[in-house]
């Protein structure tokens, strides 16, 4: 009842009441009441309601507001920390410099205010949330802290009074538990209901989880009562189960326990309740043993059906393939299955991972971390729970957000290393982890299938499951590799040796994976994509914790770790071996790239050896296991070569995938790295003969490796021999000269892999850092960034600053080789090894060749340069033994006579690698003396070949006879017969030498002494042999000894081919002599080596060049090296016979013979063709218009270029015919129009504005062009008649008419059938055929119209030209007459039809509201205002693109291009239509007195626009175009001196607006004076006198603004400033006139001096008799009165005086009109991107008020718009477009902010542009991805703005696409 009484009061008096008396001693009443309310308020069964939430803010305000309470308790915040958590998408910062974790974050805030000058940061979106870092030393440097948290202003808080949280401490718990209940409510099991909607539990929650949010937000004081609620186990206990009484709490803890139980979970008590047996908790005895049989025979045993729960989820696994069921895998069976809750925390994480991690939830426990206690319990819960979260995200559907949530989490927990190892100590987080990835991965396995695939007891991962494809595992390993960062938690991890080996097992998981079988008949039916998902695994799961260990064992010190790990690799390879039944050979056409046992050996090996100190031998097995573990690493070096020799063809494109991801950069160096050192490794111990056998038989080339010309090969077609002989020379010259692992320094293998990167191509800074394989684990700390990789590239890379080609692709900022690097260190091999496309090695060699030419080494064609190697590391020294073992040098012996023989399938790159061999070889002598080796009783075939190994006393052992096998048909055994019946010999008739299978021992005596010479080579008895030998040698038992041959005895197909029979073949050669033979050969001289070459040779001279060069190397090194060699040598080169040209045996041999030859010539072919291909390109560059350059200077005289022809004829480029345009075919100009605002957005001054990046500034566009030209239209529009403002100003400003042509023209009705076909074509084109758009049919430039040329002359010549002798008033008067002429309608013609048609399309081209000016729309006197407008529209912005003067001369860069003429004649035509009433024409105006015609107006008629308000060049141009073309120069001329007295006496009365009346009465005097002297009207003086006193009659024209006039002239005015700045009021027009005189007549444009200007325009136009220098020239003395000067004047001032109606301020501002205008410019920049970044990523909309997703920045006004934002649509056309349109006439240029590039809109086109922002190293950033700073390029920015006020975006940029309004 209490409880009623109370909830009836209002919350505010009753709170109040409450807490007065909750502060007496004795509460207990309180506390009832409280008790009570809270029971009525928060009763759960009520559902969740606001009310209850207005009742706890009042309740803990204890009776103050709310709010006041918050700013109160934040007074107390004694957090040190920032911690201020942000969810996906946040923009933070990372600095590398103040980092101690790499996983390190900052808010924007903390970064600001910190200093991280010059250090390695970068700006990142958050992809899975995170929380700030300041002032958390356990993460970051203090020196990197904010102001705030530096200075702890936390710490010296006074204590909190206690009363003041005395509510909360109350209040909280009950709210908390209500929660709780809600949660468990709202929970369902997904069985019972299919679509059970967690979501609406959750937002019936979203504002109770808010509020816990805000609580958070208030500080350190209220985050301590909080920590007290949520640790504190009693109150949970109460609360929790309920109390007796409460049912529905108890009922609550029941659905509670129920939750528990379905989630697979047991809570403690039952467990030992049930007497599930008191051990079950403890560990299971043999942990150890049992993780090691997981291996063996357990995994067999138990492949019973997989338990039923596995079957409902239906993951029966890919391809029906069995799950197999492992028994005792797991440590520690409770991790996965107990859990008990102990309080409030506990259960409320309990309940976030059964909702899958909401985000507010996670956002409120991640709050509360800034609290030290608070951290420690909450990450022990997390971890208690660990096992329970990877079980619930492994069932979750929304795995990827719920991982990243999770991840959220665990990386602030576990970055701090204190925490990591507290947690690692206290409650097993390892063994938990292990544990749990070993469930997870167990839930996906299957039967291995390698090797023995009936009997194979090994099983690994399925790649096909979800687990696997989604990698729903990262979240896991990201935190293990996190935790395994913490040096004192990975020794832990390294000390537990039942860990370790829990932890091999899980990694022999991976153990030969995703295993491929070569496809041999027909091609694959579906390619498995599972390789992304194997590679990933294997990268992400084994190697990264590989790196991770690593990192921890590099000292003396940790030498143990280093033992235990490589120990239990070999044991655990030595189960998998059994496991998988491996004998000693490989099975055929399998192949798995995952080998991470092997991997983990190596890299533990090579690490040990390198930073440790340990002895190589003490840490590798026997004999035999080197050979077990060396024979996969080498299989997947042999299928490399077959997959690129397509052998793997009918296997898919996905085996290409899987062999280019093999050595991509980032997993080389966990891959193809470690596989090469353990193949290095295995080659340096194991016999050498035994080695160099293996791999020409795992590589499939033995039968190719015969003296005989021809061979069967049972195992290759012919096609693929090359390239398979290719590959295993190859490898065996990468495994003998890669240092990589043995003995390279850091930083030498640093600088090699950039060398080779930059060799194949130049580089950017980031694709760089990408390209060179680092330490691939992202959480060791070793970072790219560090300085050693800058200083290293600026050794050897010079960097090329970004350049902008004109053509529009735009160059990054790149790093390209110097040139002693191409000398020096250019290393073909690496650059092979690091390929991951075939063609980078071509690149890398053009190259290097371009090189060789430029610097003026001369070869033909270059061969890869031989590098010295760095020594080899004492450890490693057996690897030389490669290089000198007899079977390698009975294989080079054999390919050196093959190819001088030129058998087939030799090639260059075979002997290229031939010589690389042999020259390592001479460069790595065997260091140890004629080691014995131990007596043999039978004499090897092989040792008759070479008395040694040494490879420098072999090369000049010369070989008489071989005894070869042959088929049947060889030529071999054609000559035999020959020679037998020449002369008898003894008949060999034995056939029991080495055939390929069987051993090669059985030779007899007598057959012996016959032919003791000839010798025998089959590799594979003698590896036979050696394999024997060393398993003997391994003294194993005598069963062991007999191994089965498995594919020794080789099965021939029915049908074989010709029976083999022995040959023995005369040779007489050795090596050395073989090289000198070669070396005739590529030379094709016969004596190419003279006995006096030996004697001047320099090795040192011959590193570049072509096989020459390299075989020359080598005989000279080899004569440096041995006295003996020397002699053999000048021996073979003293005899100089001709050698006897090998008999041409077979047309295979002329075959192979002649291919080279074939090459050549086909190349040079080729050359030719494309030089001839060049020079047609070329020319026709050059006749073709270069669109690229607008600026490029095309002076071409039009004048004296045109000859006096009748007629002008035109090339259509369709067509090509060639004629004149005719009124019934007539021809066009391809021309693009295009709507412009270029001219309105211009300025007074020259400075751009700058775009605003603060609240204080503002852009203003009133003072614009365009601006200005619409207030003074309206002005007019007020006062005056309307048709008469409509012919006295220009429109076109904002939205006017451009119109650009390439210069090509072509007949109407050919392009009207090009636009047929163009809309016939189906291909998706960059422009729309419906709108009329088209490229040039010959330059491919953009265009929408043709403008029709006029039949007839071009240029007006002859008579037309003549100067004139009539006198100005005869001009006068004709001029009146031509206007009075009628308008003719043209004959209905094609022509005039075209011409309607393209006036149509200009008008088209803009927007409605850019044509309507008038009071009426679409009356005639506004068509004719647009017609006008756009004439001077293009006049104006050709002035614009010569720089806004005539100063430069000549034909514009246009002149070619130009089409004025053109388009003056088909306006003129359609303007001529209206002629202009008389009465009103303005001419008589400025020609004669018409003072009497000014009565007959009627009062109610608006005046006209008298003279001086009009705008003179607008006059000109209506004056052209409305008399009949084509005009006499001579009017034309008279026009414009009539026009210039009108713009003067404009200039002069605007200049006397800005005097003060001191000097207007001081100047009027002078002007008086002056009246009467002789050619008064010829000086300013007397001009202006004569207009200050006339207007001086109007009323207050000057007194308006005298307060303004005094500030604008606080200079005083002399004659020369006067003379100045009336010469500037009148540029304009006579710049304008003259421009239209160069298009009409074609008068040539002499360049000048700036000052000069004035003069020279004068002199052009003929209003001077001669040219003067500006200077001393008079304006006035250019003026040509037809009338007396004064009475016009008088009439022009007596029309703005009559205007008394009119308010004096406007009239002022309608006369002082200034006609100059800047040139356009874009905004002003910041230099720094982010200044611009900051400000606007967050800055909501103005029109909207959201944060726009994705801000842009309108580069022309700074207007801030949404792209692609559906909250600013109208009519369904998104804000980017409209701004386009309204801004620029549908040209719009936007940064796009949160991606920094900058996009253009063109109609209803756009592309993107690029960025004017690059960082440091001159590379773009896109998105933002790197985050690097960014700085402005002005060049580039210099570049857009030069296509923008050129219009050139449409030809320029080659990528559009339409936006359909979705911008």
């Given at each position: 009842m209490m409880?009623?009484s109370?909830l009836?009061?209002d919350?505010k008096?009753?709170a109040?009441h409450?807490k007065?008396?909750?502060k007496?001693t004795d509460?207990?009443?309180?506390?009832?009441q409280?008790?009570?309310?809270l029971?009525s308020?928060?009763?759960?069964e009520r559902?969740?309601?606001?009310?209850?939430?207005e009742w706890?803010k009042w309740?803990?305000a204890?009776?103050?507001?709310?709010?006041e309470?918050?700013r109160?308790?934040?007074?107390?915040?004694?957090?040190?920390l920032?911690?201020?958590?942000w969810?996906?998408?946040f923009v933070a910062?990372r600095?590398r410099t103040?980092?101690?974790?790499?996983?390190?974050?900052?808010c924007?805030e903390c970064f600001?205010?910190?200093?991280?000058?010059?250090?390695?940061?970068?700006?990142?979106?958050s992809q899975?949330g995170?929380?700030?870092d300041?002032?958390d030393?356990?993460?970051?440097?203090?020196?990197?802290?904010?102001?705030?948290h530096r200075?702890?202003t936390g710490?010296?808080?006074?204590?909190v009074?206690?009363d003041?949280?005395?509510?909360?401490?109350?209040?909280l718990p009950r709210?908390i538990?209500?929660i709780i209940?809600?949660l468990?409510?709202g929970?369902?099991e997904?069985?019972?209901?299919a679509?059970?909607?967690?979501q609406?539990?959750?937002q019936q929650?979203?504002?109770?989880i808010?509020?816990l949010?805000e609580l958070?937000?208030?500080?350190?004081?209220?985050r301590t009562?909080l920590t007290?609620?949520?640790?504190?186990q009693?109150t949970?206990?109460?609360?929790?189960?309920?109390q007796?009484e409460?049912?529905?709490?108890k009922r609550?803890?029941?659905?509670?326990l129920?939750a528990?139980?379905?989630?697979?979970?047991v809570?403690?008590?039952?467990?030992?309740?049930?007497?599930?047996?008191?051990?079950a908790t403890?560990?299971?005895?043999?942990?150890?043993a049992?993780?090691?049989?997981?291996?063996g025979?357990?995994?067999?045993a138990s492949?019973?059906?997989s338990?039923?729960?596995e079957?409902?989820?239906g993951?029966?696994?890919v391809?029906?393939?069995?799950r197999?069921k492992?028994?005792?895998?797991?440590?520690?069976?409770?991790?996965?299955?107990t859990?008990?809750?102990?309080c409030?925390l506990?259960e409320l994480?309990f309940w976030?991972i059964?909702?899958?991690?909401p985000?507010?939830?996670?956002?409120?426990l991640?709050?509360m971390?800034?609290?030290q206690?608070y951290?420690?319990t909450?990450t022990?819960?997390?971890?208690?729970h660990?096992?329970?979260?990877?079980?619930?995200?492994?069932k979750?559907h929304?795995s990827?957000?719920m991982?990243n949530?999770i991840v959220?989490?665990?990386v602030q927990l576990?970055?701090?290393?204190?925490?990591?190892r507290h947690?690692?100590e206290?409650?097993?987080?390892?063994?938990i982890?292990v544990?749990?990835l070993?469930?997870?991965?167990?839930?996906?396995?299957i039967?291995?299938?390698l090797q023995?695939e009936?009997?194979?007891?090994?099983?690994?991962?399925n790649?096909?499951?979800?687990l696997?494809?989604?990698n729903?595992?990262?979240?896991l390993?990201s935190?293990?590799?996190?935790?395994?960062?913490?040096?004192?938690?990975a020794k832990?991890f390294?000390?537990d040796?039942?860990l370790l080996?829990l932890?091999?097992s899980?990694?022999?998981?991976f153990?030969?994976?995703?295993?491929?079988k070569r496809?041999?008949?027909?091609?694959v039916e579906?390619?498995s994509?599972?390789?992304?998902?194997?590679?990933a695994?294997?990268?992400?799961?084994c190697?990264q914790?590989?790196?991770g260990?690593?990192?921890h064992?590099?000292?003396?010190?940790?030498?143990?770790?280093?033992?235990?790990?490589v120990r239990y690799c070999l044991?655990?390879?030595?189960?998998?071996?059994d496991a998988?039944g491996f004998v000693?050979?490989p099975s055929?056409?399998?192949?798995?790239?995952?080998?991470?046992?092997?991997?983990?050996y190596?890299?533990?090996l090579?690490?040990?050896?390198?930073?440790?100190?340990?002895d190589?031998d003490s840490?590798?097995?026997?004999?035999?296991?080197?050979?077990k573990?060396?024979?996969?690493?080498?299989?997947?070096?042999a299928?490399l070569s077959e997959i690129?020799?397509n052998?793997?063809?009918?296997n898919?494109?996905q085996?290409k995938?899987?062999?280019m991801?093999?050595?991509q950069?980032?997993?080389c160096?966990?891959m193809?790295d470690p596989?090469?050192?353990?193949?290095?490794?295995c080659?340096?111990r194991l016999?050498?003969?035994?080695f160099i056998?293996s791999v020409?038989?795992r590589f499939?080339v033995?039968?190719?490796l015969?003296?005989?010309?021809q061979?069967?090969?049972?195992v290759?077609?012919?096609?693929?021999?090359r390239?398979?002989?290719?590959?295993?020379?190859t490898?065996?010259?990468?495994l003998?000269s890669?240092r990589?692992?043995?003995g390279m320094?850091?930083?030498e293998?640093?600088?090699a892999?950039?060398?080779?990167?930059l060799?194949m191509?130049?580089r950017t800074?980031?694709?760089l850092?990408?390209?060179?394989?680092e330490?691939?684990?992202p959480?060791?700390?070793?970072?790219?960034?560090?300085?050693?990789f800058e200083?290293?590239?600026?050794?050897v890379?010079?960097?090329k600053?970004?350049?902008?080609?004109?053509g529009?692709s735009?160059?990054?900022?790149m790093?390209?080789?110097?040139?002693?690097?191409?000398?020096k260190?250019?290393d073909?091999?690496?650059?092979i090894?690091?390929t991951v496309?075939?063609?980078?090695?071509?690149?890398a060699m053009d190259?290097?060749a371009?090189?060789?030419?430029?610097?003026?080494?001369?070869?033909?064609?270059p061969?890869?340069?031989?590098?010295?190697?760095?020594?080899?590391h004492p450890?490693?020294k057996?690897?030389v033994?490669?290089?000198?073992?007899k079977?390698l040098?009975?294989?080079?012996?054999?390919?050196l006579y093959?190819i001088?023989m030129?058998?087939q399938n030799?090639s260059e790159?075979?002997l290229?690698?031939?010589l690389?061999?042999i020259?390592l070889?001479?460069d790595n002598?065997?260091q140890d003396?004629k080691?014995e080796e131990?007596?043999?009783?039978e004499?090897h075939?092989?040792d008759s070949?070479?008395?040694g190994t040494?490879?420098?006393?072999?090369l000049?052992?010369v070989?008489n006879?071989v005894r070869v096998?042959?088929?049947?048909?060889a030529p071999e055994?054609?000559?035999?017969?020959e020679?037998e019946r020449?002369?008898?010999?003894?008949?060999?008739?034995?056939?029991?030498?080495?055939?390929?299978?069987?051993?090669?021992?059985?030779?007899?005596?007598?057959?012996?002494?016959?032919?003791?010479e000839?010798?025998v080579?089959?590799l594979?008895a003698e590896?036979?042999?050696?394999?024997q030998e060393i398993?003997n040698?391994?003294?194993h038992?005598?069963?062991?000894?007999?191994?089965p041959?498995?594919s020794s005895?080789?099965w021939?197909?029915?049908g074989s081919?010709p029976?083999?029979?022995?040959?023995i073949?005369e040779i007489?050669?050795?090596m050395l002599?073989?090289?000198?033979?070669?070396h005739?050969k590529?030379s094709?001289?016969?004596n190419?080596?003279?006995?006096?070459w030996?004697?001047?040779?320099?090795?040192?001279?011959?590193?570049?060049?072509?096989?020459?060069?390299?075989?020359?190397r080598?005989?000279?090194?080899?004569?440096a090296?041995?006295?003996?060699?020397?002699r053999?040598l000048?021996?073979?080169?003293g005899k100089?016979c001709p050698?006897v040209?090998?008999k041409k045996?077979?047309?295979?041999?002329?075959k192979?013979?002649?291919?080279e030859?074939?090459?050549q010539?086909a190349?040079?072919?080729?050359?030719k063709?494309?030089?001839?291909?060049a020079?047609r390109q070329k020319s026709?560059?050059?006749?073709a218009?270069?669109?690229?350059?607008?600026e490029?200077?095309?002076?071409?005289?039009?004048g004296?270029?045109?000859?006096?022809e009748?007629?002008v004829?035109?090339?259509c480029?369709?067509?090509?015919?060639?004629g004149?345009?005719?009124?019934?075919?007539?021809?066009?100009?391809v021309v693009?129009?295009?709507?412009s605002?270029v001219?309105g957005?211009?300025?007074?001054?020259d400075?751009?504005k700058?775009?605003p990046?603060?609240?204080?500034?503002?852009?203003?566009?009133e003072?614009?062009c365009?601006?200005?030209n619409d207030?003074?239209?309206?002005l007019?529009q007020r006062?005056?008649k309307?048709?008469?403002?409509?012919?006295?100003?220009?429109?076109?400003?904002?939205?006017?008419?451009?119109?650009?042509?390439?210069?090509?023209t072509?007949h109407?009705?050919?392009?009207?059938s090009?636009?047929?076909s163009?809309r016939?074509?189906q291909?998706?084109?960059?422009f729309?055929v419906d709108?009329?758009?088209?490229?040039?049919?010959?330059c491919?430039q953009?265009?929408?119209s043709v403008?029709?040329?006029r039949?007839?002359?071009?240029?007006?010549t002859?008579?037309w030209?003549?100067?004139?002798?009539?006198s100005?008033?005869?001009?006068v008067?004709e001029?009146?007459?031509?206007q009075?002429q009628l308008?003719?309608?043209?004959?209905?013609?094609?022509?005039?039809?075209?011409?309607e048609?393209v006036?149509?399309?200009?008008?088209n081209t803009?927007?409605?509201?850019?044509?309507?000016y008038?009071?009426n729309?679409g009356s005639?006197?506004?068509d004719?205002?647009?017609?006008?407008?756009?004439?001077?529209t293009?006049l104006?912005?050709e002035?614009?693109h010569r720089?806004?003067n005539l100063c430069s001369?000549?034909a514009?860069?246009?002149?070619?291009?130009?089409c004025?003429?053109?388009l003056?004649?088909v306006?003129?035509?359609?303007?001529?239509?209206y002629s202009i009433d008389?009465?009103?024409?303005p001419w008589?105006?400025?020609?004669?007195?018409?003072?009497s015609?000014?009565t007959?107006f009627?009062?109610?008629?608006r005046?006209e626009?008298?003279?001086?308000?009009r705008d003179?060049p607008?006059?000109?141009i209506?004056?052209?175009?409305?008399?009949?073309?084509?005009?006499?120069?001579?009017?034309?001329?008279?026009?414009?001196?009539?026009l210039?007295?009108?713009?003067?006496?404009q200039?002069l009365a605007?200049?006397s607006?800005?005097?003060?009346r001191?000097?207007r009465?001081?100047w009027?005097?002078?002007?008086?004076?002056k009246k009467?002297?002789p050619n008064s009207d010829k000086?300013?003086?007397?001009l202006l006198g004569?207009?200050i006193?006339?207007l001086?009659?109007a009323k207050?024209?000057?007194?308006?603004?005298?307060?303004e006039?005094?500030?604008?002239?606080s200079s005083?005015w002399?004659p020369?400033s006067?003379?100045?700045t009336l010469?500037?009021?009148?540029l304009?027009f006579?710049?304008l006139?003259c421009?239209?005189?160069?298009h009409?007549?074609?008068?040539?444009?002499p360049?000048?001096q700036?000052?000069?200007?004035?003069?020279l325009l004068?002199?052009c136009?003929?209003l001077?008799?001669?040219?003067?220098s500006?200077?001393?020239?008079?304006s006035?003395?250019?003026l040509?009165?037809?009338?007396?000067?004064?009475?016009?004047?008088?009439?022009?001032?007596?029309e703005v005086?009559?205007?008394?109606?009119?308010p004096?301020?406007q009239?002022?501002?309608?006369?002082v009109q200034?006609p100059?205008?800047?040139?356009?410019r874009?905004l002003?920049l910041?230099?720094?991107?982010?200044?611009?970044f900051q400000?606007?990523?967050r800055k909501?909309?103005?029109?909207?008020?959201?944060?726009p997703?994705?801000?842009?920045?309108c580069?022309?006004?700074g207007?801030f718009?949404?792209l692609?934002?559906?909250?600013c649509?109208?009519?369904?056309?998104?804000?980017c477009?409209?701004?386009s349109?309204h801004?620029g006439?549908?040209?719009?240029?936007f940064?796009?902010v949160?991606?920094?590039v900058i996009?253009i809109?063109?109609?209803h086109r756009?592309c993107?542009?690029g960025?004017?922002?690059l960082?440091?190293h001159g590379?773009?950033?896109?998105d933002?991805?790197?985050g690097?700073?960014?700085?402005?390029c002005e060049e580039?920015?210099r570049?857009?703005?030069?296509?923008?006020?050129s219009?050139?975006f449409d030809?320029?940029?080659k990528?559009?696409?339409?936006h359909y309004?979705?911008?």
């Open positions: 409880a009623a109370l009836r009061r919350k008096s009753t109040a409450l007065a008396d909750l007496r509460n207990s009443s309180g506390l009832r409280l008790q009570e309310l029971d308020v928060l009763n759960p559902g969740s309601d606001p009310e209850a939430l706890c309740l803990l204890g009776g103050d507001g709310f709010d309470f918050c109160t308790v934040r007074s107390y915040d004694n957090a040190t920032c911690g201020l958590v969810t996906a998408n910062y600095c103040c980092g101690i974790s790499p996983c390190m974050s900052l924007a600001n205010n910190g200093d991280h000058t010059g250090h390695d940061f970068n700006m990142f979106r899975a995170g929380a700030c300041c002032g030393g356990n993460v970051m440097r203090e020196s990197g802290f904010c102001s705030r200075l702890k710490e010296n808080v006074p204590s009074p206690r003041l949280l005395l509510m909360s401490e109350m209040v709210f538990i209500t209940q809600y468990r409510d929970y369902t997904p069985e019972s209901a679509d059970r909607d967690l609406k539990v959750l929650l979203e504002l109770h808010s509020f949010e958070t937000k208030m500080g350190g004081a209220m009562v007290k609620i949520l640790t504190n009693q949970f206990k109460e609360l929790s189960m309920g007796e409460n049912v529905y709490a609550s803890y029941e659905k509670y129920s528990l139980k379905s989630s697979g979970l809570s403690v008590e039952e467990k030992g309740a049930g007497g599930a047996g008191a051990g403890d560990p299971p005895a043999g942990a150890g049992g993780a090691l049989s997981l291996l025979a357990t995994a067999a492949l019973e059906d338990s039923k729960e079957d409902q989820d993951l029966q696994g391809g029906q393939r069995k197999v492992l028994s005792s895998s797991t440590k520690d069976p409770s991790i996965m299955d859990l008990k809750h102990k409030f506990e994480l976030t059964k909702y899958e991690f985000q507010k939830m996670v956002t409120f991640l709050n971390l800034p609290d206690d951290k420690i909450f022990k819960t997390f971890v208690q660990y096992a329970f979260i990877m079980k619930t995200l492994m979750s929304e990827d957000t991982s949530r959220h989490i665990s576990f970055s701090n290393e204190e925490l990591a947690v690692t206290e409650c097993q987080l390892l063994d982890m544990t749990v070993l469930y997870m991965m167990e839930s996906c396995l039967k291995s299938e023995d009936e009997n194979n007891r090994h099983v690994v991962v790649c096909g499951e979800a696997l494809k989604n729903t595992y990262w979240p390993v935190d293990f590799i996190n935790i395994l960062s913490h040096q004192s938690v832990r390294l000390d040796h039942s080996l932890w091999m899980f990694v022999s998981f153990q030969g994976m995703n295993l491929n496809e041999l008949n027909e091609h579906f390619e994509q599972t390789y992304y998902a194997a590679f695994a294997e990268l992400e799961a190697a914790p590989m790196w260990l690593l990192t064992c590099k000292v003396k010190e940790t030498q143990e770790y280093t033992k235990t790990v044991e655990t390879l030595q189960m998998w071996f998988i000693d050979e055929l056409n399998q192949l798995t790239f995952h080998l991470p046992l092997h991997r983990y190596a890299m533990f090579s690490k040990g050896v390198k930073c440790q100190g340990l190589l840490l590798l097995p026997d004999q035999e296991m080197l050979m573990i060396m024979v996969h690493p080498l299989q997947i070096q299928s690129h020799s052998m793997w063809v009918r898919g494109l085996i995938g899987q062999a991801t093999y050595v950069s980032h997993f160096n966990s193809i596989d090469i050192y353990l193949l290095q490794v080659a340096s016999d050498p003969d035994y056998s020409f038989e499939k033995v039968d190719l015969t003296m005989a010309s061979h069967q090969n049972a290759l077609d012919s096609e693929q021999e390239p398979m002989l290719e590959g295993a020379l490898f065996l010259v990468i003998s890669l990589i692992h043995l320094s850091d930083d293998i640093l600088r892999e950039m060398v080779s990167q060799c191509n130049d800074h980031s694709s850092l990408d390209l060179i394989p330490n691939p684990n959480k060791s700390g070793v970072v790219p960034g560090s300085c050693s200083e290293m590239l600026s050794g890379a010079d960097f600053a970004p350049v902008f080609e004109p529009g735009m160059q990054q900022g790093y390209t080789p110097k040139a002693e690097v191409w000398e260190e250019f073909p091999i690496m650059v090894l690091r496309y075939r063609r980078d090695v071509q690149s190259r290097y371009a090189f060789l030419k430029q610097s003026g080494v001369n070869t033909g064609n061969w890869p340069p031989y590098k010295e190697r760095t020594p080899l450890c490693y057996g690897l033994r490669l290089l000198h073992c079977t040098h009975i294989v080079i012996f054999t390919l093959k001088w030129d058998h030799m790159h075979v290229c690698m031939v690389y061999l020259e070889g001479l002598q065997v003396d080691v131990e007596p043999c009783i004499e075939c092989h070949w070479f008395p040494s490879l420098l006393s072999n000049h052992h070989i006879y096998r042959v088929p049947e048909t055994v054609e000559r035999k017969r020679r020449e002369r008898e010999t003894p008949p060999s008739t034995s056939s029991e030498s080495a055939t390929y299978g069987q051993s090669s021992r059985r030779l007899t005596g007598n057959w012996r002494e016959n032919l003791r000839a010798q080579f089959s594979v590896r036979r042999r050696k394999f398993i040698r391994s003294n038992e005598a069963s062991q000894a007999v191994r041959k498995s005895a080789r021939l197909p029915p081919p029976q083999l029979v022995t040959e073949l007489r050669e050795s002599s073989l090289l000198v033979k070669l005739q590529l094709a001289k016969q190419s080596l003279s006995l006096s030996l004697a001047e040779v320099d090795p040192a001279h011959h590193a570049h060049g072509d096989g020459l060069t390299a075989i020359e080598i005989l000279a090194k080899a004569a090296r041995s006295r003996h060699s020397k053999c000048q021996d073979i080169c100089v050698p040209p090998p045996n077979s047309p295979g041999d002329k192979s013979m002649d291919k030859e074939r090459r010539r190349r040079e072919r080729q050359q063709l494309l030089a001839e291909f020079s026709f560059m050059e006749t218009m270069d669109v690229e350059s607008p490029a200077d095309a002076v071409m005289d039009m004296s270029a045109e000859p006096l009748s007629e004829l035109y090339d480029v369709i067509c090509g015919q060639s004149p345009s005719t009124e019934d075919r007539p021809t066009g100009l693009l129009l295009q709507a605002s001219l957005h211009r300025c007074r001054s400075t751009p700058r775009l990046t603060t609240d204080e500034e503002h852009i203003y566009p003072d614009t365009g601006a200005t207030v003074r239209l309206s007019m006062y005056f309307d048709s008469s403002c409509l012919q006295s100003v220009s429109v076109g400003w904002d939205g006017g008419v451009y119109v650009q042509t390439c210069g090509h072509l109407i009705d050919c392009h009207k090009y636009m047929e163009l016939n074509d291909v998706l084109q960059g729309s709108k009329g758009e088209f490229t040039c049919p010959l491919r953009f265009a929408n403008l029709p040329c039949p007839g002359r071009g240029i007006e002859g008579t030209h003549t100067p004139s002798t009539k100005m008033s005869t001009l008067k001029v009146e007459d031509l009075e308008g003719i309608f043209p004959m209905e013609s094609n022509l005039s039809k075209e011409m048609s006036i149509k399309d200009i008008k803009t927007q409605k509201k850019y044509m309507d008038g009071k729309p005639p006197d506004n004719f205002l647009f017609m006008y407008s756009v004439a001077r293009n104006e912005l002035l614009v720089g806004g001369g000549g514009s860069a246009a002149a070619k291009r130009s004025l003429n053109q003056f004649h306006l003129a035509m359609h303007m001529r239509l008389s009465a009103y024409n008589t105006r400025l020609t004669q007195n018409t003072h015609r000014e007959e009627c009062d109610d008629e005046p626009v008298p003279m001086l308000f003179v607008s006059l000109l209506i004056f052209i175009l409305t008399m009949p073309q084509p005009l006499r120069k001579e009017h034309f001329t008279c026009v414009v001196k009539v210039y007295s009108l713009q003067y006496t200039a605007a200049l607006i800005r005097f003060s001191e000097e009465l001081a009027s005097n002078t002007g008086a004076a009467n002297t000086s300013w003086e007397s004569h207009v006193c006339e001086t009659k207050d024209v000057y007194d308006t603004n005298s307060e006039a005094l500030m604008l002239s005083v002399s020369q006067i003379e100045f010469q500037q009021f009148c304009p006579l710049r006139s421009l239209l005189q160069h009409l007549y074609g008068d040539s444009l360049g000048c700036v000052e000069e200007e004035f003069s004068t002199g136009l003929s001077t008799a001669s040219v003067q500006s200077g001393s020239m008079s006035a003395a250019c040509d009165w037809n009338f007396n000067a004064f009475d016009l004047i008088n009439q022009w001032c007596s005086i009559a205007l008394s109606s009119t004096s301020q009239s002022v501002s309608l006369l200034d100059q205008w800047a040139a356009p874009l002003h910041p230099d720094n991107y982010n200044t611009i400000y606007y990523h909501s909309c103005t029109s909207c008020g959201k944060t997703k994705d801000p842009a920045l580069l022309v006004c207007a718009v949404c692609k934002g559906h909250c649509k109208q009519q369904g056309v998104c804000e477009v409209l701004h349109q801004c006439a549908a040209t719009g240029i940064l796009l949160n991606a920094s996009i809109i063109r109609g756009f993107l542009w960025s004017v922002y960082d440091a590379e773009e950033d896109r933002l991805r790197r690097k700073p960014l700085y402005l580039r920015y570049v857009l703005e030069q296509q923008w006020v219009h050139t030809h320029i940029n990528r559009w696409g339409p309004n979705g911008l």
